[in-house]
């Protein structure tokens, strides 16, 4: 199947340190289907051989395996092409539209990998260039909008050139092989769905710690915060996948209409919930990698009185059958103690305690890996009684962990995120990707956190650089007898 993908920021950082090398590999994996053109736009003076040579010199930096050796970019090489053109200049689109036709491919991917403020004229002007077809497919990165009226106001421009069929909404977590191996276990297995409820769950903890600070991102995270750059979009679609009811098939709008659902049943707001249940804090100086870190304050490009939040902790319900009354928990934040994303599915203990136990509270408990480490653990009590030591004695309980590694078991087939969501936009998957009114549902749910802050204007609570977060994040789940798993 011949495709075209054109890179909208083809000179950008999104496509250098993500799509590029995601298509690389995809291409050295044999998955890239043949016959396909890769075209880098921006406004930079290249032409197809410079841009070669420019995507060639920063494949050069690349460290060990992943680099290409010289015979394997040649061939890369040759499918990478460049058209020069100003976005927002109508005029420019005429050039991309001659290029496009020169060869008719069967599917034509437009990838929106630049600044969001261009969208609305990039999609009017890709209408007004008759570059939209049926064979067409758009693809845009987050951030959607800044609130629900911005995120509507995007998906409202770009559904007047686009059908929801053609577009996908890149959220890359979804296409990290631990989540798509938790739709595997829940939907794949049937040992899991009967203890997947409120009568066998205490609780639910997503964790998304990041390890480094705002590096060179200062004025855009500064614009932006823990709470739209990770909750509205990552973990609240990681609630999605552990919370959903099974889809009744495979279908994408199966699959997003159960998303969808959850996303709708989350417990509203209320002015208690919103003073009790989301802590956010800001790194101050501390400690990262062994060397004394900068605060926020003192980061590159934020404004030295920012109240903007670098890390938020949350907990919520799910309100349907299946979870009424079990808390779920999001935590995330930057310069945090370690980098770390999972997935905590705690069991409830057993109903009738028979065995001594010097694990006074222990119960089962299932860890979904998913950065750095991709697998899953099951925690389990076995017998821990040196029997020929103490003969006789009465049992007594130890935990075991069954570790599924899934690196291991699966490492050299594995793909990347990117990857596996460049390959399913190209085959016109869209099961990975996020439909407009869960967007618009997420917005509705994520405002009035925001809007709380921005009335309030105090709570923000600082912790130093190299610790787990505030205080307040470990007390609020206490209060419910819990704790994060690092405290564990
Ligand atoms: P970036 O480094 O600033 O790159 C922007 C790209 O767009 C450049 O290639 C730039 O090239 C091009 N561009 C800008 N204005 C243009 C215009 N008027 N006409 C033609 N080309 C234009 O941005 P980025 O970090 O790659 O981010 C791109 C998008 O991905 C943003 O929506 C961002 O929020 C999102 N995103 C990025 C990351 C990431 O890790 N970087 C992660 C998630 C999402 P010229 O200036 O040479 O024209």
């Known amino acids: 199947m011949s495709f075209d993908l054109v890179l909208f920021g083809g000179t950008g950082d999104l496509a250098w340190r993500k799509l590029m090398p995601a298509l690389f590999q995809s291409f050295r994996h044999g998955t890239l289907p043949e016959g396909g053109r890769i075209i880098g736009v921006a406004r930079d003076d290249l032409d197809d051989a410079r841009y070669r040579a420019l995507i060639q010199s920063r494949f050069d930096q690349v460290e060990g395996a992943k680099r290409p050796s010289a015979e394997e970019f040649a ?64 693809v845009l990165e987050k951030p959607l909008g800044h609130d629900m009226a911005s995120n509507r106001a ?60 705002v590096e060179k991102r200062g004025a855009f995270y500064d614009s932006t915060g823990a709470l739209r750059d990770m909750v509205q979009n990552h973990a609240l679609q990681l609630l999605c996948a552990i919370g959903m009811e099974p889809p009744i098939s495979a279908h994408a709008d199966a699959i997003r209409d159960e998303k969808l659902k959850v996303l709708r049943s989350l417990k509203r707001w209320t002015p208690e919930t919103l003073s009790q249940h989301v802590i956010r804090g800001q790194y101050a100086a501390g400690r990262a990698g062994g060397a004394a870190v900068p605060g926020y ?55 009738h305690p028979i065995f001594r136990t010097p694990l006074a509270g222990a119960t089962n408990r299932m860890v979904i890996n ?32 069954l570790d599924l590694d899934f690196d291991r078991r699966f490492g050299s087939e594995r793909v990347g995120a990117y990857e596996r969501l460049l390959l399913d936009v190209i085959a016109g998957r869209l099961n990975l990707f996020v439909r407009s009114d869960e967007q618009e549902e997420a917005w509705r749910w994520v405002e009035p956190i925001l809007d709380a802050w921005h009335a309030g204007g105090d709570g923000l609570r600082p912790y130093p650089a190299g610790t787990w977060g505030p205080s307040a994040a470990s007390a609020m789940i206490a209060r419910d007898g819990s704790c994060w798993l690092e405290e564990s």
């Open 154 to 213: 995007i998906n409202t421009t770009v559904l007047q050139t686009f059908s929801e069929g053609q577009v996908f909404r890149i959220d890359h977590y979804l296409g990290k092989p631990s989540v798509q191996n938790l739709f595997a276990l829940r939907f794949g297995n049937a040992l899991f769905e009967p203890v997947w409820r409120r009568e066998l769950i205490a609780n639910i903890q997503i964790s998304i710690a990041e390890e480094l600070g």
């Open 297 to 351: 304050l003192g980061e590159p490009g934020v404004n030295p009185q920012s109240t903007t939040e670098t890390f938020v902790a949350l907990r919520t319900e799910i309100e349907n059958w299946r979870w009424a009354g079990v808390p779920f928990y999001i935590r995330t934040g930057k310069r945090l103690a370690g980098r770390d994303a999972h997935i905590v599915v705690n069991f409830r203990p057993t109903p």
């Open 370 to 401: 998913l950065q750095p480490r991709d697998g899953l653990t099951l925690h389990l009590l076995a017998e821990g009684q040196q029997s020929r030591t103490s003969p006789g004695a009465a049992q007594t309980l130890a935990p075991v962990q």
């Open 75 to 138: 061939r890369f090489a040759a499918l990478l092409h460049f058209v020069r053109m100003d976005l927002s200049q109508p005029a420019a689109y005429a050039r991309l539209a001659e290029s496009l036709r020169q060869r008719d491919a069967a599917t034509v991917v437009l990838y929106l990998a630049t600044a969001p403020a261009l969208f609305t004229t990039v999609c009017e002007q890709l209408a007004a260039a008759g570059l939209n077809t049926p064979r067409t497919r758009i």
